[in-house]
Each structure stands twice: as structure tokens, then as C-alpha cells.
């Protein structure tokens, strides 16, 4: 995996990096989104990639939520965050917990599924773990025709230590289903002592009309949430009764719906 710095060596610095008071506004979007999608509303949430919990700092106030990641590390920040929830080592691709939640929500670390196989994995993962009417909502930075290359700067002072950090994201070749975000990191440890790191995370870029295709293709429903204050979302539907199982093959299918409706 790309990025390991962040998610290993350097994920205790996560709550310096990244705030979770810079996921409210989007949590609260997707709270609406999820309350309004099923009724009752969905009680149960299965967080894919939740890294250091800063999403589910907010969701768990609506949510009973059950975070799922990769990194030890990184799940360790976050039981510190979120003591409340259930934390679960696992793969996303291919992690299966023999039960199914009301909705899953797979927020940033979609972006670092490279390939339409990896892809496609987190997305029969999803379906796996949703019930029958179910949700599925997935959150990535960017899609191939929302793509903006830039610079950003970020990190925070807490007590005895302080992280600043420069992040340029980059597309070295548009023809292909990648871009790079390089960070470049200053941490400042307790006497003041500044060290740099450099982290470089090659992360997943498809066309919007992929995604829906992919979605549809292992069994959701799918359509996209768009609104004007934060990323617009890909969201799924799990049917009622779907006797033949998710569709592994991924068929061809044109782009059929562009609205924000719910399917
Ligand atoms: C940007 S961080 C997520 C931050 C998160 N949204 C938050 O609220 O703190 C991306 C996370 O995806 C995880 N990740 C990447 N690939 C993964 C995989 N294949 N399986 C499980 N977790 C993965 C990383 O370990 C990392 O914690």
C-alpha cells in the first residue's frame, strides 16, 4: 500500500494532522443522507477504512458504528477517539464479518484502490455487508471529471508537539486511473526539534460513469448525491430480494441515472 508513513510510522501523529473538526460538515451531510435514505432510519453502520475515526467522531452520535481498517496503528487512534465503537482489523477488499448492517459508508480510503479490481472488491465488500434495502455510500476526493491538481496547507499545534504539513496533488499522467498526492511533513516534537518526512500516496482516479457501471454491476442500485457545500457521493442501494446474488462480472451498462435521487 501507498502512504504507509501516515497510516504506520506516523499515524500517533494523526490527531495532529488531521482535525476531526474538518470532518463535521460532511459527517453531517451524510448523517442526512443515511437517516433519510431508509425508514426507520438505519440504526447499524459499517465504516470501511475508517483510519482515525474523525468521521465516525461525528456519525456515532446518530449511528451505532462499526469501523473497519487496515492499519493497527491507525485503529489505534481511533479507539482512543471512539472508545463507543467496534474496531476490526481487516482488510477491505476482502474482509467479511458474517453480518450485515443497516448502511456501510466508505469515506477517503476508497482513493487508495488503484485498479477496477480493487475497486470493484470494496464495492462487492459493501454489498456484502448491507442488508437487503440496505444503503451503500462511498466518498472519494475526487472523480476523473472533478479532478483539480493544486496545493493545500495543514496540521495543528497540540500539547508538546506540532505538525504543519504541505500536500500538492498531481496527475503525471492523465491517461491512466492514478494521480499522486505528495505530502511534505515538519514535526515538532516537545523541545521544538523539527524533523521532515516525505510521504508520497498514489491514489484511484475513474470516470464518474465507471463508478455508477461498477455499482450497478455488483448488485446496488446506484446514483449520485451531489450538493453545492461538500463532495458529491456515490450512493447504493442493496434490492429487496435479489435471488441471484451480487453480479461479480461487472456488465457493461451505460450510464442510466444522473439526478440526486435515492434509488
Ligand atoms: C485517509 S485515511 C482515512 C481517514 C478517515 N476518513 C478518518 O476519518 O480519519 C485512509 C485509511 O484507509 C486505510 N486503508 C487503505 N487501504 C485499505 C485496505 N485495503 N483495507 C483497509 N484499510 C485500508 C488506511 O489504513 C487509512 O487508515
Same mark, same amino acid.
Given at each position: ?15 495532529? *494532522?488531521?482535525?476531526p ?14 437517516? =433519510?435514505?431508509?425508514?426507520? $432510519? ?11 475515526g474523525n468521521?465516525a467522531f461525528h456519525? =456515532?452520535?446518530?449511528?451505532? &458504528?462499526? %469501523? ?5 496503528? &491507525? %485503529? =489505534?487512534?481511533?479507539?482512543?477517539l471512539n ?5 476490526? =482489523? ?10 450485515? *448492517? ?10 487508495? &484502490? ?23 455510500? *462511498?466518498? +472519494? !476526493?475526487?472523480? @476523473? ?6 496545493? !493545500?496547507?495543514?496540521?495543528? !499545534?497540540? +500539547? ?25 511533513? #515538519? ?15 498514489? #491514489? ?10 461498477? #455499482?450497478?454491476?455488483?448488485? #446496488?442500485? $446506484?446514483?449520485?448525491?451531489?450538493? !453545492? ?20 462480472? &461487472? ?9 440526486? @435521487?435515492?434509488?
Amino acid at each position: 500500500m501507498t502512504g504507509v508513513k501516515l497510516y504506520d510510522e506516523l499515524a500517533e501523529w494523526w490527531p495532529v *494532522f488531521s482535525d476531526p473538526l474538518e470532518y463535521r460538515r460532511e459527517a453531517a451531510h451524510i448523517a442526512r443522507v443515511l437517516r =433519510k435514505a431508509t425508514s426507520p $432510519a438505519p440504526r447499524t453502520v459499517l465504516e470501511l477504512g475508517s483510519g482515525g475515526g474523525n468521521s465516525a467522531f461525528h456519525l =456515532k452520535a446518530y449511528f451505532a &458504528m462499526t %469501523l473497519v481498517d487496515r492499519s493497527p496503528r &491507525m %485503529l =489505534k487512534v481511533s479507539r482512543k477517539l471512539n472508545p463507543e465503537c467496534e474496531h476490526i =482489523k481487516g482488510d477491505i477488499r476482502v474482509v467479511r464479518l458474517g453480518r450485515t *448492517f443497516d448502511a456501510v459508508f466508505v469515506h477517503d480510503a476508497i482513493c487508495h &484502490m488503484t485498479t477496477e479490481s480493487d475497486l470493484g472488491a470494496v464495492m462487492l465488500t459493501a454489498y456484502e455487508h448491507c442488508r437487503p434495502g440496505g444503503v451503500a455510500l *462511498f466518498v +472519494p !476526493d475526487f472523480v @476523473r471529471e472533478t479532478f483539480v491538481a493544486g496545493t !493545500d496547507l495543514g496540521g495543528s !499545534d497540540s +500539547p508538546g508537539r506540532r505538525l504543519r504539513f504541505l500536500q500538492w496533488i498531481f496527475d503525471p499522467d492523465p491517461n491512466d486511473n492514478t494521480y499522486w498526492v505528495d505530502f511534505a511533513i #515538519l514535526l515538532r516534537n516537545q523541545k521544538g526539534e523539527a524533523r521532515v518526512a516525505h510521504d508520497r500516496h498514489v #491514489l484511484g482516479l475513474f470516470p464518474r460513469a465507471q463508478w455508477l457501471r461498477m #455499482l450497478r454491476g455488483v448488485g #446496488l442500485k $446506484a446514483a449520485v448525491v451531489r450538493n !453545492d457545500e461538500v463532495r458529491e457521493l456515490f450512493f447504493g442501494r442493496r434490492p429487496l430480494r435479489s435471488p441471484e446474488g451480487p453480479n461479480t462480472s &461487472m456488465p457493461l451498462d451505460r450510464e442510466r441515472r444522473r439526478a440526486t @435521487r435515492y434509488p
